[in-house]
T-cell receptor, first 106, second 114 residues
Framework: KNEVEQSPQNLTAQEGEFITINCSYS?????LHWLQQHPGGGIVSLFM???GKKKHGRLIATINIQEKHSSLHITASHPRDSAVYICATSGGGLTFGKGTHLIIQP | DAGITQSPRHKVTETGTPVTLRCHQT?????MYWYRQDPGHGLRLIHYSYGVKDTDKGEVSDGYSVSRSKTEDFLLTLESATSSQTSVYFC?????????????FGPGTRLTVL
């Protein structure tokens, strides 16, 4: 069973700061997902990656397969980025980390 | 947005009663999943389906059954609801399977078992 660990659990930052959320997993995977969940509950897929790096707007996701580690970065953070960010690994359904609760203060 | 709906969106029921949650998709995706989300546990897989009448268990399948008689519908049944099944339930779909394929989530169903 894959164990997925995220850090930090909670993060409060000021608008404009560079944000990093980390995810590590215990078993080799085919793909890793980053998801976003806003208050009110909707879950949106941000990235799916199996190697290297992906960028979408101010969001960047990286993965190191050898080290079983992924990071999600947010550049020039904004209060609308406040949400729970969840990483998950693929394999017969997703296995999720417990999420990082991010608050960006104006 | 992927066409996924869940019904009901909210339900309050009593211990021991049967409950069925429905997930409906208009994307013709082959794979469908049921997850539950609880504080302190995050999201966990209950059951998934890889085609009509093809289903498999997930991490927390005890007390739940599923059925998929049509591509577009995936039903989750709690035969006799318990308070430990109070949770938010999410359905998700993917096209080619869980390996390296984006999953799209429904809006969720909040279930309270009294």
């Amino acid at each position: 069973k894959n164990e997925v660990e995220q850090s930090p659990q909670n993060l409060t930052a000021q608008e404009g700061e560079f944000i990093t959320i980390n995810c590590s997993y215990s078993v080799g995977i085919s793909a890793l997902h980053w998801l976003q969940q806003h208050p009110g509950g909707g879950i949106v897929s941000l990235f799916m990656l199996s190697s290297g790096k992906k960028k979408h707007g101010r969001l960047i996701a990286t993965i190191n397969i050898q080290e079983k580690h992924s990071s999600l970065h947010i550049t020039a953070s904004h209060p609308r980025d406040s949400a729970v960010y969840i990483c998950a690994t693929s394999g017969g359904g997703l296995t999720f980390g417990k999420g990082t609760h991010l608050i960006i203060q104006p | 947005d992927a066409g996924i709906t869940q019904s009901p969106r909210h339900k309050v029921t009593e211990t021991g009663t049967p409950v069925t949650l429905r997930c409906h998709q208009t994307e013709n995706h082959r794979y469908m999943y049921w997850y539950r989300q609880d504080p302190g546990h995050g999201l966990r897989l209950i059951h998934y389906s890889y085609g009509v009448k093809d289903t498999d268990k997930g991490e927390v399948s005890d007390g739940y059954s599923v059925s998929r008689s049509k591509t577009e519908d995936f039903l989750l049944t709690l035969e006799s609801a318990t308070s430990s099944q109070t949770s938010v339930y999410f359905c998700a779909i993917s096209d080619t399977g869980s390996r390296g394929d984006t999953q799209y989530f429904g809006p969720g169903t909040r279930l309270t078992v009294l």
